[in-house]
């Protein structure tokens, strides 16, 4: 009965490929979060899509696209792999004024 | 937008002392404000949070205060245990209610 979770958790593939990783949540939440962490354990804010429409959108490559079937998931969908994006991603949710809580992260490799 | 800073970046302490991290914000809008502890490997997870109608709130040997004035907020931890190594985020909630902020960071070591 995990509350948030994401697929895969690894993720090794080469330059200029397509790939997607998967988050749900079962907390019933609002608004689901990706956030980037680089090697410098920065947390750096992507998207955020509040009842499945898009609320936050920060300065991400469009190479990047989110998709949120419904309130209860929302994918992440990178073109075009760069070395520069081998990084962890972590999905999160919360409720309106409440905490966030994260998936367990996705390690991602760009070779 | 909101800007959170957090400092320090890494500390070190003896097992048994206190450490203290500072995070201070500029959007006196922000009314909520959550720590968060990741373990190497691990996710970011929820150890504390206060709201800005609270002025400190502690859980056994966590503590969190919040300054509004000078829009600052610490996080204090007593009786420092090896277990508590961690990095420490720090984050604030503007009152949209859905909008984090984080600072970045702080590398807890603590020394048997």
């Known amino acids: 009965d995990t509350a948030v979770s994401q697929t895969p958790k690894y993720l090794v593939t080469q330059m200029g490929n397509d790939k997607s990783i998967k988050c749900e949540q079962n907390l019933g939440h609002d608004t689901m979060y990706w956030y980037k962490q680089d090697s410098k354990k920065f947390l750096k804010i992507m998207f955020s899509?509040?009842?499945?429409?898009?609320?936050i959108n920060e300065t991400v490559p469009n190479r990047f696209s989110p998709k949120s079937p419904d309130k209860a998931h929302l994918n992440l969908h990178i073109n075009s792999l760069e070395l520069g994006d081998s990084a962890v991603y972590f999905c999160?949710?919360?409720?309106?004024?409440?905490?966030?809580?994260f998936g367990p992260g996705t390690r991602l490799l760009v070779l | 937008g909101e800007n959170v800073e957090q400092h320090p970046s890494t500390l070190s302490v003896q097992e048994g002392d206190s450490a203290v991290i500072k995070c201070t914000y500029s959007d006196s809008a922000s009314n909520y404000f959550p720590w968060y502890k990741q373990e190497l490997g691990k996710r970011p997870q929820l150890i504390i949070d206060?709201?800005?109608?609270?002025g400190e709130k502690k859980d056994q040997r966590i503590a969190v205060t919040l300054n509004k004035t000078a829009k600052h907020f610490s996080l204090h931890i007593t009786e420092t245990q090896p277990e508590d190594s961690a990095v420490y985020f720090c984050a604030a909630s503007t009152n949209t209610g859905n909008q984090f902020y984080f600072g970045t960071g702080t590398s807890l070591t603590v020394i048997p």
């Open positions: 206060i709201r800005s109608n609270v």
């Open positions: 899509y509040n009842n499945k429409e898009l609320i």
């Open positions: 999160a949710s919360s409720q309106l004024y409440g905490a966030q809580y």
